[in-house]
Structures are given as C-alpha cells and as structure tokens.
C-alpha cells in the first residue's frame, strides 16, 4: 500500500510514462483499476514461485525498461531486477544482489536496541510527533529515495483508488439486512432473501477523495451519501499476524461498549480475522462482522468514510493513510520511529506511557511477550485510545 506513494510521485512527474507494477497474488486487488497503471505483474510466490519470477523476467525483458524500481530488499526480488534488463536498475543497498544494481539506496530502520533505552526515558510516549520519531524517516520517504534523481525530496503520499465496483459493494454490504451481529441474534431470511436491519436504516458510503483525476471510479450523488450523520460508524481491525503488535482482545471489547450506541461498529480483517471478530462482538454484546467479506479495495472504501478507524500497527493502518481516512493507531511492542505511523494530519498514535526498559522489542512482533507481562500493551488506557469520541454514560 505505501508503495503506492511512488505511482503518484512518478505520474506527477512524468504524466506521459508508462508505468507497470509488480505484486505477489493476493496484492493484486489493490490496484484494480489504478488511473496510472498500463500493466500489472502478478507474481504467484505460493504455487511455483521461481518458475513464476523467470516467467516475469521474460516478459520485463520483451518490455526492455528504462528503469526499473525494486521497493523490496528480497534476494528473489532482487534477482527479478538483475535479469529485468532495464536500462537503470534502482534498489536498497541491503538487497543482497544490491552490488549488481545501477544505482543502490541506502535504506536505514532505527536499531530497535538502541531505541529501546531512548524508550525506557518515558519521554516519547505521550507525543508520537516528537523529537525522537519525528528524527527518524518514514517508510515512503525511504521509498522517495529510489527516485529523489528522477522527481524531487518531497514526500509522497499513497493513494488507493477504489473502483465504482468496489464501492457499490460497500454501500450493499452496509445496506444488507443480513449481517448477524452480537446484538441482534440469529437472522431469518425472508421471502426476498433479506432479515429486519439489525441496527437502523442504512445509507451509502462516499465516493473519491477532493482532486480526484479520475471521477468514473469515484461516484457522486447518492453513492455520496455517508453514514457519518445520525452517529456513523466506526471501524475495528482487532488482528495482526504478531501477537505482540495486537492490543488484546478483551480491551478492544471494552472500548466497543464505550462507543456511543447510534455508532455503527464494524469489525473488518482477513478471512483468519473472522473468529476473532466474531468472539470481540459476541463479548461485547454488539458490533457488525465483516472480516472475510470484503476485499482489500472494498475495506479501503468503507474506511474512508468512518468516522475512526481504530487498527494496531498494521496493514490497515497504512489504507488509511492511502485512503486520507481518520485513524487511531495503537503501537504494543513496535513504535512510530521505525517509520510506519500514520501519514496524516487526521492520524493518531497511542502507546504506553512512561518508562518501559523493554520496548520495542523488536522491529517486528513476537508470538509472546519475551518479558512475559505485556505491559506496553495491557496498560494502554481505552479511553484514551477512544479518545474524542462522546463516550456512553
């Protein structure tokens, strides 16, 4: 998703060019209908995974680029760029096959170790805009670095584009009188295929964002409609692949009972998210399941117009920044200073406060605390990741 910064920068700069992209299956539904791409590569890791990179060499090679971008610091995705035959071949210095490209970047990420004493001060845990994170490059400014020579420093900042498909589907989906929740019990179906709306009349999600280029794959008119009035909704992505980069279940139940009851509450993830979904609304005694149900694209349509998205340091978290959505990014074990916070202005971090010796843990998550207490997460307040919601009595 944030590489979707570097479309935006080359475009800008070279409106005529032609500019193709490489994803792996399963990424490949966020860029359906893309303004600005010619060509997407989809490259199948699961089934065949190098038969699959020469199948793509061959056809780079038949394109014969001018230059060719590797966002990734793989051996495979390295490999496919050596043999991509492109005129100028553009990589990150840690790229094992690196001393074979044109032009190497340098790509730093704070040593979670020496961060971990500039942690354990209590200093920056209350101000994720600070001096220590704001010392510290973001991940698209490190992928602005690939092409500084070609465009210019400034940052630029990811965009999805949600097709008119993809919205439809939202509007369905939020209109449909057939998602069970935690609330509402079993639904029958009727003679038409539908069940009383578990909660409330429905209304539609919004189209494109302000300066859209391309307005057929963002809706007006009724599509412009939002659930924002008369409470809206609110977004819940509960899971993360690390155990240590998810707040725990049991806290993401608490906050749902705090939000105010004429707010829609929507759970969203993965279909591996669904389960745990299923168990934060069933103890929360309300909230709408939607983990497995929608696309990537689709999700990043109905965060755009909620009123908070509340995710942990994860993929959601870097659709909202393509998507301008507002958002509250709880960090457990990780921090904002390795570069993947929020991006934008309507973007909000909470973390622990006060002195923790061992956080972070790591650049990435862990299965379990290595401690063993979990402090960085279980003592994260809810109402002040809530924050400016109006809280219930």
Not at 113 to 135: H, I, T
Request: hydrophobic share 35%; net charge positive; aromatic share 8%.
């Amino acid at each position: 998703m944030l590489a979707s910064a570097l479309l935006e920068k080359l475009h800008a700069f070279f409106p005529d060019a032609a500019i193709d992209l490489v994803v792996r299956k399963g990424n490949d539904g966020l860029y359906a209908g893309h303004p600005f791409l010619r060509k997407l590569y989809v490259w199948d890791k699961r089934n065949g995974k190098n038969r699959d990179l020469f199948r793509l060499v061959k056809e780079f090679r038949e394109q014969r680029y001018d230059h060719v971008i590797n966002a990734q610091r793989f051996f495979s995705t390295g490999l496919m760029t050596v043999l991509s035959g492109g005129k100028e071949t553009i990589g990150y210095d840690k790229n094992p096959l690196s001393f074979l490209f044109s032009r190497k970047v340098k790509h730093a990420i704070p040593d979670w170790k020496a961060l971990q004493g500039s942690y354990s001060s209590g200093s920056p845990s209350g101000d994720p805009e600070g001096a220590l994170q704001a010392s510290f490059k973001h991940e698209v400014d490190r992928l602005n670095d690939l092409i500084e020579h070609l465009t210019d420093g400034e940052r630029p900042m990811p965009r999805l584009y949600p097709t008119a498909e993809a919205r439809e589907k939202v509007r369905i989906t939020l209109d449909s009188r057939l998602i069970a929740t935690a609330s509402s019990g079993p639904l029958e179906e009727d003679p038409a295929g539908s069940a009383p709306h578990p909660q409330g009349p429905p209304s539609a999600p919004s189209g494109s964002p302000k300066g859209d280029p391309v307005g057929s794959a963002h809706p007006q008119g009724p599509l412009r409609e939002t659930l924002r009035e008369d409470g809206g909704y609110v977004t819940i992505a509960p899971a993360s692949v690390w155990f240590t980069k998810q707040w725990p279940p049991e806290k993401w139940i608490e906050l749902i009972k705090l939000v105010p009851a004429d707010r829609r509450v929507l759970l969203i993830g993965g279909p591996g998210d669904a389960a745990l979904c299923e168990r934060i609304a069933q103890k929360a005694g309300r909230g709408e399941v939607l983990a497995g149900k929608l696309s990537l694209l689709e999700t990043a349509a109905l965060m755009e117009d909620a009123a908070m998205n509340y995710v942990n340091d994860s993929g959601p978290l870097h659709i909202t920044s393509a998507m301008n959505a507002p958002v509250t990014a709880v960090f457990c074990s990780t921090v904002p200073a390795f570069g993947f916070g929020p991006l934008r202005p309507n973007g909000r971090v909470v973390q622990y406060k006060g002195p923790l010796y061992c956080r972070p843990c790591g650049l990435h998550g862990h299965k379990t605390c290595p401690e063993g207490h979990f402090k960085c997460a279980v003592d994260i307040g809810v109402r002040e990741v809530l924050g400016g919601q109006d809280l219930r009595s």
